[in-house]
C-alpha cells in the first residue's frame, strides 16, 4: 500500500551549534514501495526506498569542502539485491570550482602583425624617370601569388619633384626627397611588404559559463568506509552514485548583479605560433579591422589600399599603415610597464584568463568571472534524517593597498589582504562600503579561503570627479552566517584628471600675425594679383615659383629694351613685326570707310537720312539774332559801326568755319519739336558745287532747300531753344 507522508524539516544540525543552511526549498518525504519487478530494478533513476528525501540548495562557486550534508539510512541493497543494515549514516560533500566565461572562437584569417613600408629612391633626369610602377615594369620587387602571377598593386607607387620643387622651396614629400638640380634622389619607389609574424583573427561566438561541482558522498558499508565522487557541470547535469543511494542534479544558475561581458562587437587575435600565450592575445574591437583589405589604417590593409591612398606622396612616411596589431600591442605594453592596467592584452581583462586551445580550427579564450555565482542543486536520497555543516572558521584583516590614481580613470585598483586564521576552510565575504565624496559603488566578493591560507581581494574604484581628492572606505568583512569579522578603515588619495586633446592638441599664438599661412594655402591664396611682385617676395617660401618667373620675365623685357637702344637692327625687327599688325589693322578700316561713302551716296540720291550712332552731335542753339539780323539789307560797310562789324565779321568768320566743319563731320543738329519747325536737321554739302549748303528737313525731299549760311543761321536761330539735347 502506498502511503506518502509530506512535512517540512526545518531543524538541522550545525557544527558551532549555528543555525544556517543554503537550502532553497522545503524538503519532503514520500514514502514508496518496493515491488522487486526487474524493471524497477534497471531503473536506476528511482530510488527503491520505503522514504526518499528531496532538498533543493544552492551554491557559490569556489567552494572548498565547506558545505557538507551528512544523512542517515536504515538499509540499502546492494549489487546482488541483498538488504544489507548500514550503521553510519550517508554523509554528502559539494565542492564548486572557479567560474569561467568561455568564449568560444570561430576562425577568420590571418593577418599581419605590422605592415611594413619600404622605400627606393631613384633619380630622375630631364626626359626619364628612374622610378617605375606599372604593373609590366617597376621597381618596387612586387608579391605573387599561388599561381605566380604579380598581385594587383603589388608594384607599390612611385613619387618625384616637381617644377616648384626645383625653382621654389621643397613641398613637404614622402620620402624627404632632393629636389636639386644637381643632385640625386629625386624620385621614391614606395613598397609595401607584410612582417613574418602573422596573427590569428576569430569571431566570438555564444558564450558559456564554465564550472564543475564534486559532490562526494561517504557511507560505511560492511564495516568498510565506502566514498564515491559525483561530478556534475553544464555538459553533465545528473549524476548518481554506484548503489543508487543519492541523486543529484544541476537544476540552473542564478543570475549575478554584474552582467557578463558577450564581446560581440569584439574580434580575439593572438599569434599563429603561440596560440596558449595571454601575454600576446588580444581583445579588439570589431571596428579596428577591415578584412578587405580596401581601408588605410586598418588591421587587414592591403597592396591596393595603400596604392591608392589619396595624397600618398605629400602624405608622412608610413601612413595608411597605421592602427595595426603592433601598434596596439605596443601601446598596451607601456601602460603595463608604467604600472597601469592595459586595454587589450588578455592577461588584463580579468584577474584569471585562461587561453584554451583544442584542434587548429577551434580555440577559446576563458576569463575567470570573480563575481558572486550561485548554482541551485537538487538532491533525491533515500535517509530518514539530514545534517547539513557549514563550515565557520576565524578570519582577519592583515592589510590593504591603494596607490594614488588618476580620477576618472581605470587604474583604480584596492587589494585587501585576509588571512583565514582557523584550522579548517571557510568562506568569507569582503565588501567595500559608505566611500567618502564621489566614488562609484563597489560590489562584494566571495571565496573560499584555506586554513591559515593569505587570501588578496582586488576591486576596482572609480571616481565621479576629475578633481583630486582624498576619500576613505570601509571595508568589512564577514562569515558565512553573515557576521562582521573584522573591518578597516581604508584611505587613498587620487590626482586631477588629465586632460587629453588628441589630434587637436596645442595652442595658435593670438600675438601674431593677422593671417596664419599654414602649408595647406597656395600662393594663389596669398596672393591673388599675378604681378604682385612684393607679395610674392614676402611669401617666397610658398611664391617662390612665381617669384622667379616674374622676375625672369622683368629681366628678359629689360634686356630686350636695352638690345633695341643699341643695336638698331633689332629695334627695326622688332618695329617690322609689330607694326605690320597696325598697318594692316589701318588698311582693313580705310576698305570700310570707302565702302560706307558709296552707301551714304546712295543714301543721298534717295534723300533718305539713315540713323548712324556714330554721327556727331551739336547744339547751335547758343546762337542768337544776333550773330546775323534778319534784315536782308544788312549793311556790312557802315562807317559808324566799325568795331561792330569787325566783331560780327569775326564771329561771322566763327560760325562759318564751325558749321563748314559740322558739315565735313556730318554733324547732326537735335532740336525739340515744338513750333514749326521740324526737329532733325542734317547739314550736307551742295552737290551743284556751290558756296551754299543743303538743308534738309526730317528727310524729306520736298523740304529740300538751296541756303546760304546767313538764311542757317536765320533758321537756327528761329528753332525753338527750350528741352534741345
Known amino acids: 500500500m502506498l502511503k506518502k507522508i509530506f512535512f517540512l524539516i526545518f531543524i538541522f544540525f550545525i557544527k558551532i551549534n549555528l543555525i544556517y543552511c543554503g537550502i532553497i526549498s522545503s524538503s519532503s518525504i514520500e514514502s514508496c514501495t518496493l515491488d522487486g519487478t526487474k524493471l524497477a530494478e534497471q531503473d536506476k533513476t528511482n530510488l527503491k526506498c520505503d522514504k526518499k528525501l528531496v532538498v533543493s540548495l544552492y551554491i557559490d562557486s569556489q567552494k572548498e569542502n565547506t558545505e557538507t550534508f551528512n544523512f542517515q539510512v536504515d538499509e540499502i541493497k546492494d549489487e546482488n539485491g541483498k538488504i ?227 595624397n600618398g606622396c605629400a602624405a608622412l612616411f608610413g601612413s595608411c599603415l597605421q592602427n595595426q596589431i603592433a601598434d596596439y600591442y605596443n601601446a598596451d605594453s607601456a601602460l603595463i610597464t608604467s604600472g597601469k592596467k592595459g586595454n587589450y592584452i588578455a592577461s588584463q581583462l580579468g584577474t584569471k584568463v585562461k587561453i584554451a586551445s583544442g584542434d587548429k580550427n577551434s580555440r577559446s579564450l576563458k576569463i575567470r568571472f570573480d563575481e558572486s555565482h550561485r548554482t541551485m542543486l537538487t538532491i533525491t536520497l533515500k535517509a530518514d534524517s539530514l545534517q547539513y555543516v557549514v563550515n565557520i572558521s576565524p578570519a582577519k584583516i592583515i592589510n590593504y593597498q591603494i596607490d594614488r590614481f588618476e580620477s576618472m580613470s581605470k587604474n583604480g585598483v584596492l587589494r585587501v589582504n585576509v588571512q583565514n586564521t582557523g584550522s579548517i576552510n571557510a568562506d568569507y565575504k569582503m565588501t567595500i562600503v559608505n566611500c567618502s565624496g564621489d566614488i562609484n559603488p ?39 552566517v553573515a557576521q562582521v569579522i573584522d573591518s578597516v578603515i581604508i584611505n587613498f588619495n587620487t590626482s586631477e584628471t588629465e586632460i587629453d586633446n588628441g589630434a587637436q592638441s596645442g595652442e595658435n599664438s593670438l600675438d601674431g600675425d593677422s593671417l596664419n599661412i599654414g602649408s595647406e594655402f597656395t600662393c594663389d591664396d596669398v596672393c591673388p594679383n599675378l604681378l604682385s611682385f612684393i607679395c610674392y617676395y614676402s611669401q617666397l617660401k610658398i611664391c617662390a615659383t612665381k617669384f622667379a618667373l616674374l622676375l625672369t620675365a622683368i629681366i628678359i623685357i629689360v634686356t630686350v629694351i636695352v638690345l633695341c637702344f643699341k643695336f638698331p637692327i633689332i629695334r627695326n625687327i622688332l618695329k617690322l613685326i609689330f607694326c605690320c599688325g597696325c598697318f594692316c589693322f589701318k588698311k582693313k578700316n580705310s576698305d570700310i570707310s ?132
Open 594 to 725: 570707302e565702302s560706307d561713302n558709296s552707301d551714304k551716296e546712295k543714301i543721298k540720291n534717295k534723300n533718305k537720312i539713315k540713323d548712324d550712332s556714330s554721327i556727331k552731335m551739336k547744339d547751335l542753339t547758343n546762337y542768337n539774332q544776333d550773330f546775323y539780323p534778319n534784315n536782308n539789307n544788312y549793311n556790312y560797310n557802315n562807317n559808324n559801326n566799325n568795331n561792330n562789324n569787325n566783331n560780327l565779321r569775326n564771329r561771322n568768320n566763327k560760325f562759318e568755319n564751325e558749321v563748314i566743319g559740322m558739315v565735313r563731320s556730318k554733324t547732326v543738329v537735335y532740336y525739340n519739336r515744338h513750333g514749326s519747325h521740324p526737329g532733325l536737321l542734317k547739314l550736307i554739302k551742295d552737290p551743284l558745287g556751290r558756296h551754299g549748303f543743303v538743308f534738309i528737313l526730317n528727310g524729306n525731299s520736298s523740304n529740300v532747300l538751296h541756303l546760304s549760311l546767313k538764311l542757317i543761321y536765320n533758321f537756327i536761330s528761329k528753332t525753338p531753344k527750350n528741352d534741345h539735347n
Open 442 to 480: 563597489i560590489n562584494s566578493q566571495e571565496v573560499t579561503i584555506k586554513s591559515k591560507e593569505i587570501y588578496s581581494f582586488v576591486f576596482q574604484v572609480y571616481t565621479t570627479s576629475k578633481l583630486d581628492s582624498s576619500y576613505y572606505c570601509f571595508g568589512d568583512l564577514y562569515n558565512e
Open 84 to 310: 544489507k543494515k548500514l550503521v553510519m549514516p550517508i554523509s554528502v560533500t559539494f565542492k564548486k570550482s572557479e567560474t569561467f566565461i568561455n568564449y568560444p572562437l570561430v576562425y577568420v584569417q590571418n593577418v599581419a602583425y605590422q605592415p611594413k613600408e619600404t622605400v627606393i629612391y631613384k633619380t630622375d633626369y630631364l626626359v626619364t624617370s628612374g622610378c617605375k610602377d606599372l604593373p609590366s615594369d617597376h621597381t618596387c620587387p612586387g608579391a605573387n601569388d599561388v599561381n605566380g602571377k604579380l598581385i594587383r598593386d603589388s608594384q607599390g607607387f612611385c613619387c618625384s619633384c616637381s617644377f616648384s620643387d626645383y625653382v621654389g622651396a621643397d613641398q613637404n614629400s614622402r620620402a624627404n626627397l632632393g629636389c636639386s638640380i644637381l643632385g640625386s634622389k629625386s624620385s621614391s619607389a614606395h613598397c609595401l611588404s607584410f612582417s613574418s609574424i602573422k596573427y590569428d583573427v576569430y569571431n566570438v561566438a555564444k558564450t558559456q559559463v564554465e564550472y564543475t561541482i564534486t559532490a562526494t558522498l561517504t557511507y560505511s558499508y560492511n564495516q568498510s568506509l565506502i566514498t564515491q565522487n559525483i561530478i556534475l557541470s553544464n555538459s553533465i547535469p545528473t549524476g548518481m552514485d554506484t548503489f543508487s543511494q543519492a541523486i543529484i542534479r544541476i537544476v540552473g544558475d542564478f543570475q549575478s548583479s554584474t552582467q557578463i561581458n558577450q564581446f560581440t562587437d569584439k574580434k580575439v587575435v593572438f599569434p599563429f605560433d603561440q596560440p596558449n600565450s595571454i601575454n600576446t592575445c588580444m581583445v579588439l574591437d570589431q571596428n579596428f579591422f577591415d578584412l578587405s583589405g580596401l581601408t588605410c589604417n586598418k588591421i587587414g590593409v592591403s597592396y591596393s589600399a595603400f596604392q591608392n591612398q589619396p
